[in-house]
């Protein structure tokens, strides 16, 4: 979940993956689709914090607004 300035907490379900084990990875429309994400989010949020679940298909969904926001993604084990 991501959580805005105004204290709005913000649950996005991870983009198309390979497949539901906890490693599969995105697929090409899945990581177009963590893009487009990014922009949404950049455009239309002031997010204060990244949490996400460990698994590969969730951090890599919100890699990118991670990045390009300067914000470290916080892993929670309770999101599996």
């Keep these: 979940g991501l959580m ?10 991870h983009a198309k993956a390979m497949g539901q084990e906890p490693e599969q ?11 487009r994400l990014s ?3 950049r455009r239309f949020y002031h997010v204060s914090n990244i ?8 951090k ?6 991670a990045t390009s926001s300067g914000m470290e993604i916080i892993e929670e084990d309770g999101l599996r």
């Design 39 to 41: 922009d949404y989010l």
């Design 4 to 13: 805005s300035d105004n204290g709005s907490i913000i649950l996005v379900r």
């Design 51 to 58: 949490v996400c679940s460990p698994f590969l298909r969730a």
């Design 60 to 65: 890599q969904t919100v890699q990118d607004f």
């Design 25 to 35: 990875p995105l697929t090409e429309e899945g990581f177009k689709q963590s893009l």
